[in-house]
């Protein structure tokens, strides 16, 4: 149904006249007759008779009416739910126990009038075709892999540097110890099994790999985080690493240790990434927000690969 010829109607009932909804409009009288005819041919009916004075509803323009209205309330409603400013901030932060999904708490603390979604995408690509299409506003990723530059238009920003730990269980041949360096690693076996090859996260790790001669193991199955802290738990002879700022939920009996990586400390660079010409007025709060809060970034004694954007 044509909107534009029910918006035609509701102002020609209200008026009682084809011109003065012409003048409403900006548009013909010859017009507006066009458009209530087109409009009773869809509908099957006569809407208005002509009188000396103008024109009234029939019976058939009565029952419309308060349709009519309410095709016009539901269309504005449609549009202002994707109207930038509007409709929620979408922001993609991968993991819901993650460092990027604690800074969003941390945004919608300073800025509560902010209507949020948070939604989890898989990797860069997804995120990166998401923004572009419109499907969410911003997403927080370890940017760019290599081979995969970003496209000129999606920016990004770095925005924290998350140090690693190494979470043992409590027969760990580590897990008394106050610190380890990343060469005290060599030797021990990692098991991260959400590692999924081709994305950024584990160009991230073999690169880690790759710099300093560790043992991370990928297999298996990835039942979440809460399996994995088990399994940790119960084998001496594993060990992962945990991001500072994940949030776990670590049962009392488990006896789990964090331990600090040193020299150098392994960062995981988060970054920002939005389209450019993307107009919500929340997103750039979100950018302020994180540009007061932001710290850490390329600080002495720490490690990212070389790929990563710079601060």
Not at 67 to 77: N, T
Not at 95 to 105: D, F, K, P, V
Not at 156 to 184: I, M
Not at 286 to 304: E, K, M, Q, S, V
């Amino acid at each position: 149904m044509d909107l534009d010829a029910v918006r035609t109607f509701l102002l020609a009932a209200e008026a009682g006249q084809f011109q003065e909804a012409a003048a409403e409009l900006a548009v013909t009288q010859q017009a507006v007759s066009k458009r209530i005819a087109a409009l009773e041919r869809t509908l099957g009916v006569r809407l208005f008779t002509r009188t000396p004075r103008g024109v009234e509803l029939t019976i058939d323009g009565q029952a419309f009416l308060p349709h009519a209205r309410e095709l016009l309330r539901a269309a504005d409603r449609a549009a202002a739910s994707v109207r930038p400013g509007r409709r929620p901030l979408r922001v993609d932060v991968i993991n819901l126990r993650g460092a990027t999904s604690g800074l969003m708490r941390g945004f919608h603390r300073a800025h509560p009038g902010i209507d949020l979604d948070v939604v989890k995408l898989f990797d860069v690509g997804t995120a990166v075709a998401a923004l572009r299409s419109g499907e969410i506003d911003a997403s927080f990723r370890a940017v760019a892999a290599p081979g995969r530059p970003l496209p000129d238009d999606i920016a990004s920003v770095r925005v924290l540097d998350e140090p690693l730990h190494l979470l043992t269980g409590p027969a760990h041949a580590l897990a008394g110890a106050r610190s380890v360096t990343l060469a005290g690693l060599a030797g021990h076996r990692i098991w991260m099994p959400g590692i999924v090859p081709g994305t950024e996260w584990a160009a991230y790790y073999d690169d880690l790999v790759a710099a300093f001669g560790l043992t991370i193991e990928a297999t298996g199955p990835n039942f979440g985080s809460d399996a994995l802290l088990d399994t940790v738990a119960d084998t001496p002879a594993l060990a992962t690493f945990m991001g500072d700022h994940t949030r776990l939920v670590r049962p009392a009996g488990h006896g789990l240790r964090r331990i600090p990586v040193t020299d150098p400390t392994p960062v995981y660079p988060h970054a920002l990434l939005w389209h450019r010409d993307n107009p919500h007025p929340a997103l750039a709060a979100l950018r302020a927000h994180l540009a007061a809060t932001a710290a850490g970034h390329a600080a002495a004694g720490t490690w990212t690969p070389d790929w990563v954007i710079p601060r």
